[in-house]
């Protein structure tokens, strides 16, 4: 099967397309100009296609002959100077692909959307694909334009595409290079950037199995149906213990109220990201979803995907050796 990827210099792409062709398919990657593209040696016999969802023109030719599209490319920011951008990226090249590869013929479309787009909680209830949501449920521009992203998805699927959604939690292991702002909690941590927690939570799920995940969904997946792709449910300080019991660095003991968090993120974008012109430590948008814990169960994605809820040490694990390998952060 000839398959075109979109996001395969990203983290989850990147572990996406190497499922994908250790299964035996057939890949065209999609990259832009300025990516990097280094680590796309390791995926072995792609053929790599340069475009860019923010000019939809590019992809049409990619996609000829292909038999199914992977689509995980996103801009994936929680601070951004111009939201129109990311709308450009997430909402309108997704709607774009989607209708090129209907007219290219091509026969199953697999997005990748997140768990952003659920309908989370403050009181730490386990979500499902149920859980009832809407747009004014979406806190800041990431996460908006993800939901509005799967609705282009679903509304191609009500017409007859055969598009399946996926909707992967919080993934963590190697070759996060950006990093992702979940890599980059790892990372702040290995420099002892961790003074203090919030008490929030995440699913963290192992991001290879997230990749598997996907090859399934090519094959079992069900038209406009959404499947969330989730690990392991932790708070954030036990996140940060299970990274101080494999590396020896002290966990944060200190617990900060959501004002003092606001303040400080506050101060942050004002400073660091509007006078300096760089991207915050942290942000209100980070802030603000940290009220709701982000607990999701996968059974869905269990029972029709054949998907496996893996314990995420190893990934953990995975994802500190990678930092350190490639100088993120220092040495153990």
């Known amino acids: 099967m000839k398959i075109f990827v979109t996001g395969a210099t990203g983290f989850v792409g990147f572990h996406v397309a190497r499922e994908l062709a250790a299964q035996g398919a057939k890949l065209r990657l999609l990259t832009r100009r300025t990516s990097q593209t280094r680590f796309l040696e390791e995926i072995g016999g792609a053929e790599v296609r340069v475009g860019d969802l923010n000019e939809p023109e590019t992809l049409r030719g990619a996609m000829a002959d292909c038999e199914a599209v992977v689509h995980v490319a996103a801009d994936y920011r929680l601070w951004v100077r111009d939201p129109a951008e990311m709308y450009r990226a997430n909402v309108d090249g997704t709607r774009e692909l989607l209708r090129m590869a209907r007219e290219a013929g091509v026969r199953r479309v697999v997005y990748t959307s997140s768990v952003a787009t659920m309908g989370f909680r403050r009181d730490g209830l386990i979500v499902n694909e149920d859980t009832p949501v809407g747009l004014g449920d979406m806190v800041g521009h990431y996460k908006r334009s993800k939901f509005l992203a799967e609705q282009e998805a679903m509304r191609a699927a009500e017409g007859g595409q055969q598009v399946m959604i996926l909707n992967p939690t919080t993934p963590i292991g190697s070759h996060d290079s950006k990093p992702t702002p979940t890599g980059r909690i790892t990372v702040d941590f290995l420099h002892g950037r961790f003074p203090a927690y919030m008490d929030t939570g995440l699913n963290l799920v192992d991001v290879s199995e997230v990749a598997r995940a996907h090859a399934a969904a090519l094959d079992r997946g069900e038209p406009g149906r959404r499947y969330i792709l989730g690990g392991e449910n932790l708070t954030l300080k036990q996140i940060l213990d299970k990274l101080s019991a494999m590396t020896g660095i002290p966990s944060p003991t200190v617990e900060i109220p959501f004002w003092v968090a606001a303040t400080y993120a506050f101060l942050e974008e004002t400073v660091t990201g ?26 869905r994605a269990q029972e029709e995907l054949g998907f496996r809820v893996a314990a995420v ?20």
């Open 274 to 299: 509007r006078i300096r012109g760089r991207e915050p430590r942290a942000t209100l948008e980070e802030v603000r979803m940290g009220r709701k814990k982000m607990f999701a169960s996968s059974a």
């Open 313 to 332: 040490y190893p990934a953990m694990r995975a994802a500190v050796e990678w930092f350190r390998a490639n100088g993120y952060a220092p040495t153990a």
